[in-house]
């Protein structure tokens, strides 16, 4: 099942935004990744299992990932936005080997339709 990304818009800078992931029950690694267009997919942030976390560094701080009990909804809170967190923002899920889920998108599949965030100045 191909997952489902909502919650997308457009905020001017230092506003908020929660973004959803609908998916199947998954074990392993969960992710939110963006990409605008002309540049690659990046990682925003992870969590595995057990929800620990990795965040880039672009984005510690402000945002935030989480899943609810089921673990089959994956959020991101989006706080303080600037105009670089621009994107489309896709959410995919990746095998768990132990120790944090990696930022890669090579470790990750698959991916939803995706979900437009623009942050204006």
């Known amino acids: 099942v191909q997952p489902q990304e909502s919650g997308g818009g457009s905020v001017q800078s230092g506003g908020s935004l929660r973004l959803s992931c609908t998916s199947t029950h998954h074990i392993g690694c969960m992710g939110w990744f963006r990409q605008v267009p002309g540049k690659e997919r990046e990682g925003v942030a992870a969590l595995d299992s057990d929800d620990r976390t990795t965040y880039s560094d672009s984005v510690k701080g402000r945002f935030t990932i989480s899943r609810d009990t089921t673990k089959t909804i994956l959020y991101l809170q989006m706080n303080n936005l600037k105009p670089e967190d621009t994107a489309m923002y896709y959410c995919?899920?990746?095998?768990?080997?132990?120790?944090?889920?990696?930022?890669?998108?090579?470790?990750?599949?698959?991916w939803g339709q995706g979900t437009q965030v623009t942050v204006s100045s």
């Open positions: 995919g899920t990746g095998p768990y080997y132990g120790g944090p889920c990696p930022l890669r998108t090579g470790h990750f599949g698959g």
